[in-house]
């Protein structure tokens, strides 16, 4: 028997399918994590216990870098949030909640925009460049930028969300040429098909680790990962150069005079629309106490 460290692909029916190296082992979690009340999430970091013969048993779970309620997924390195230039049109409060989200979780957003050889996605793109977020627009004309955009995913844990209809599963198999011919069973689950299973599970696409979220959309995010008040400045990254250079100390950056966000804003250093969307954020969580957000 030998101990391995691995991470957690898919959880199915009490089994547990790890990744060490090259090779997938199934396992049973120990008893234990039951009375933790802390079962084992897909993108775990975990170590087993390999037997002679008989299951492997799920012994730890290492520490988490971030974990998401739902979908129930941890250690995830990059929040892949797709919008469409049309068809829908892009909500730019739903994107940034989904943005300040990311960097709540220790996640760095990427915004994809779509559909840009239907419309041109430049707008788009320029409010999120300035903010200080990767940006990818593609299309089928842009093979560069499919290139760029998986050269960025390869080797790191990523999520894909967004409304329906920005074409989350267009993108996909558009990033993974190879998908549709290869396994024709886990291009079906990335594209939603009718007949999909409904679990989580983690795909090593080219060395780019995607994880299948069913149902995932920014309606799971703006419903379980609702920002402190407090600390809802710090996941505006184009606010940073600004804070603590207010006139009052618990400035929050909505109404106040000698507020040196708002100037910003007044100067064009900070996009309009993106502090619209703080003020929003902000408004929703002001009363909220703690122990409510749990």
């Given at each position: 028997m030998n101990r391995q460290q691995g991470i957690l692909m898919k959880a199915?029916?009490?089994f547990y399918y790890v990744r060490c190296g090259e090779t997938e082992y199934e396992c049973k979690a120990r008893g234990s994590f039951r009375k933790k009340d802390d079962s084992p999430v897909v993108g775990d970091r975990v170590e087993i216990l390999v037997p002679d013969d008989g299951f492997c048993a799920l012994e730890s779970i290492l520490p988490r870098r971030?974990?998401?309620?739902?979908?129930?997924?941890a250690n995830i390195d990059a929040l892949v949030i797709v919008c469409s230039t049309v068809d829908p049109k892009p909500n730019y409060t739903v994107i940034d909640k989904m943005t300040a989200a990311a960097v709540n979780n220790s996640m760095t957003p990427v915004v994809a925009v779509s559909k840009n050889d239907i419309q041109n996605g430049d707008e788009i793109a320029e409010i999120y460049r300035g903010s200080g977020i990767e940006v990818f627009q593609c299309s089928p004309d842009n093979t560069e930028e499919a290139q760029r955009l998986r050269g960025f995913l390869r080797?790191?844990?990523s999520a894909f969300t967004g409304n329906s209809g920005v074409g989350k599963s267009t993108l996909l198999n558009y990033l993974f040429p190879g998908l549709e011919l290869q396994t024709g069973q886990i291009s079906t689950k990335?594209?939603?098909?009718?007949h999909t299973t409904r679990v989580v599970e983690l795909f090593d696409l080219d060395g780019c680790f995607v994880a299948d979220t069913p149902g995932f959309s920014t309606v799971d995010l703006e419903r379980y990962e609702m920002i402190d008040k407090e600390q809802l400045q710090y996941c505006f990254p184009e606010f940073e150069r600004y804070l603590g250079r207010c006139r009052f100390t618990s400035c929050a950056h909505i109404c106040e005079?000698?507020?040196?966000?708002?100037?910003a804003v007044k100067n064009g250093e900070i996009n309009p629309s993106r502090h619209k969307s703080y003020v929003a954020m902000y408004d929703e969580v002001k009363d909220i106490k703690a122990w409510q957000r749990k």
């Open positions: 199915v029916g009490g971030n974990k998401l309620r739902r979908p129930a997924l080797g790191k844990i990335l594209g939603r098909g009718r005079k000698g507020c040196a966000v708002l100037e």
